[in-house]
T-cell receptor
Framework: SQQGEEDPQALSIQEGENATMNCSYK?????LQWYRQNSGRGLVHLIL?????REKHSGRLRVTLDTSKKSSSLLITASRAADTASYFC?????????????FGKGTLLTVNP | DAGITQSPRHKVTETGTPVTLRCHQT?????MYWYRQDPGHGLRLIHY???????DKGEVSDGYSVSRSKTEDFLLTLESATSSQTSVYFC?????????FGPGTRLTVL
């Protein structure tokens, strides 16, 4: 079963706008990660937030984590056409689970020029 | 890409035939994973390895087996391919708390 569930399933915005994607999960985690996948390519790691962190930034990316609500959000600011991709959240329950990641089904982001 | 290659990149095969996919890494990472990606399902873990000859099942392991006889290679075998195993298969390694993915193998079972 999927641990993470992204919302929305698809998002279409104009270049320069901000894009927000949400992820909910079911069990306790060690960390939560976001990945991007361009069409026909492998996944690329974007950012990791640990269970004791609430917010993290990397360039135009901002991730928040609310462990009490078992949810996370990914904000991409000032979006560009090159940000068009699918975005996945993945939860890691730590060494006891051999660092297996459980992925959500993804959000397809389309940024229109 | 953390030195991960997958072969073949594309394969078409017939139902009932065995198929082996190869994942090769160049950086001696301990953990390796095989996923399949299907529309509407995201990525699902098939099998993983936590060392040479140490493997375990993931979420969707039925019909698949794996082997890891040396650190750099992790093989995924479809013992008797079925049409439901038509998918894109990704290999990944774990490094510094994250996973790095190979380019994928697109497998079609007719």
């Amino acid at each position: 079963s999927q641990q993470g569930e992204e919302d929305p399933q698809a998002l279409s915005i104009q270049e320069g706008e901000n894009a927000t994607m949400n992820c909910s999960y079911k069990t306790s985690i060690n960390n939560l990660q976001w990945y991007r996948q361009n069409s026909g390519r492998g996944l690329v790691h974007l950012i990791l937030i640990r269970s004791n962190e609430r917010e993290k930034h990397s360039g135009r990316l901002r991730v928040t984590l609310d462990t009490s609500k078992k949810s996370s959000s990914l904000l991409i600011t000032a979006s560009r056409a090159a940000d068009t991709a699918s975005y996945f959240c993945a939860t890691d329950r730590g060494g006891g689970s051999n660092y297996k990641l459980t992925f959500g089904k993804g959000t397809l982001l389309t940024v229109n020029p | 890409d953390a030195g991960i290659t997958q072969s073949p990149r594309h394969k078409v095969t017939e139902t009932g035939t065995p198929v082996t996919l190869r994942c090769h890494q160049t950086e001696n990472h301990r953990y390796m994973y095989w996923y399949r990606q299907d529309p509407g399902h995201g990525l699902r873990l098939i099998h993983y390895s936590y060392g040479v000859k140490d493997t375990d099942k993931g979420e969707v392991s039925d019909g698949y087996s794996v082997s890891r006889s040396k650190t750099e290679d992790f093989l995924l075998t479809l013992e008797s391919a079925t049409s439901s195993q038509t998918s894109v298969y990704f290999c990944a390694i774990r490094a510094t708390d994250t996973q790095y993915f190979g380019p994928g193998t697109r497998l079609t079972v007719l």
